[in-house]
Nanobody, 125 residues
Framework: QLQLVESGGGLVQPGGSLRLSCGASGFSLVNTAIGWFRQAPGKEREWVGCIDKAYDHTRSADLMKGRISVSRDGAKNTVYLQMNSLKPEDTGVYYC??????????????????WGQGTQVTVTS
């Protein structure tokens, strides 16, 4: 069974950091474009960043540019989202998603075929 599982969310103070993990079972993340999205309460899900299918080229949304990095550990079959200088407006459920077809990771939800269940990130003092 193909499965994506996010982990690493939690409660953090403003200015703090978190590293989210996206693990997979049933398929390899090594040659798969992976996107990260988030959904704040009462808002639409929005793109945060992503990593291409190969060569690990990454992209990040302006809303978090300079504060996040996306990386991949092939040996662990895991993609990470490192978030720094977190703000209360970063609160939400964070999802990873897999795109098996495209080389270049996309910004649209429709680019991705497979989604994890999400992990909650709460930034509060």
């Amino acid at each position: 069974q193909l499965q994506l599982v996010e982990s690493g969310g939690g409660l953090v103070q403003p200015g703090g950091s978190l590293r989210l993990s996206c693990g997979a079972s049933g398929f390899s993340l090594v040659n798969t474009a992976i996107g990260w999205f988030r959904q704040a309460p009462g808002k639409e899900r929005e793109w945060v960043g992503c990593i291409d299918k190969a060569y690990d080229h990454t992209r990040s949304a302006d809303l978090m540019k300079g504060r996040i990095s996306v990386s991949r550990d092939g040996a662990k079959n895991t993609v990470y989202l490192q978030m720094n200088s977190l703000k209360p407006e970063d609160t939400g459920v964070y999802y990873c998603a897999a795109d098996y077809d495209r080389y270049r990771c996309g910004r649209r939800e429709s680019d991705y075929e497979h989604w994890g269940q999400g992990t909650q990130v709460t930034v509060t003092s």
